[in-house]
């Protein structure tokens, strides 16, 4: 081998050895990084974007009916009752079952003519029948059958 041709060999080394140095630093470097983050974990969000990001509004949780045994408690939850029935969110079943049950109760009068003014309604607005209508009145009136 003469010298010129050994001459370009040593060149092409040289070439690849700084090529693959700086493949090895490159490597080290993403390295680091990747480690760095998995050890420190995510970085900390900043308060400007922690003031920006908006949270839900609260849903408004409506009172529960009062359990007072009222007609006005009546009322409501009968109402309410044939709404989720025309709703179809709870069976014709379902809606006779509950409906039986918070009629069995007793009901205490408060301010008669309001009173029967709601036996009316849920009359009128078909949350009860003919029949249902009578046994609250005559609950309110305290009239005994």
């Given at each position: 081998?003469d010298?010129?041709?050994?001459?370009?060999?040593?060149?092409?080394?040289?070439?690849?050895?700084?090529?693959?140095?700086?493949?090895?630093i490159?490597?080290?470097?993403?390295?680091?990084?990747?480690?760095?983050?998995?050890?420190?974990?995510?970085?900390?969000?900043?308060?400007?974007?922690?003031?920006?990001?908006?949270?839900?509004?609260?849903?408004?949780?409506?009172?529960?009916?009062?359990?007072?045994?009222?007609?006005?408690?009546l009322?409501?939850?009968?109402?309410?009752?044939?709404?989720?029935?025309?709703?179809?969110?709870?069976?014709?079943?379902?809606?006779?079952?509950?409906?039986?049950?918070?009629?069995?109760a007793?009901?205490?009068?408060?301010?008669?003519?309001?009173?029967?003014?709601?036996?009316?309604?849920?009359?009128?607005?078909k949350?009860?029948?003919?029949?249902?209508?009578?046994?609250?009145?005559?609950?309110?009136?305290e009239?005994?059958?």
């Open positions: 081998m010298k010129l041709e050994l001459d370009a060999r040593v060149a092409r080394l040289e070439r690849r050895s700084s090529h693959l140095t700086a493949l090895v490159l490597m080290g470097a993403i390295l680091a990084c990747v480690l760095f983050f998995a050890l420190v974990g995510r970085p900390d969000v900043s308060p400007v974007y922690a003031t920006t990001v908006a949270t839900p509004a609260p849903v408004p949780m409506l009172p529960p009916p009062p359990a007072d045994g009222s007609m006005a408690a009322h409501q939850q009968l109402a309410t009752l044939r709404e989720l029935r025309d709703q179809d969110l709870i069976t014709e079943d379902e809606w006779h079952a509950k409906k039986d049950r918070l009629l069995a007793p009901v205490k009068a408060s301010d008669l003519r309001s009173d029967m003014e709601r036996v009316r309604e849920l009359f009128d607005q949350a009860i029948c003919e029949g249902e209508r009578d046994t609250l009145k005559a609950k309110l009136l009239i005994d059958e």
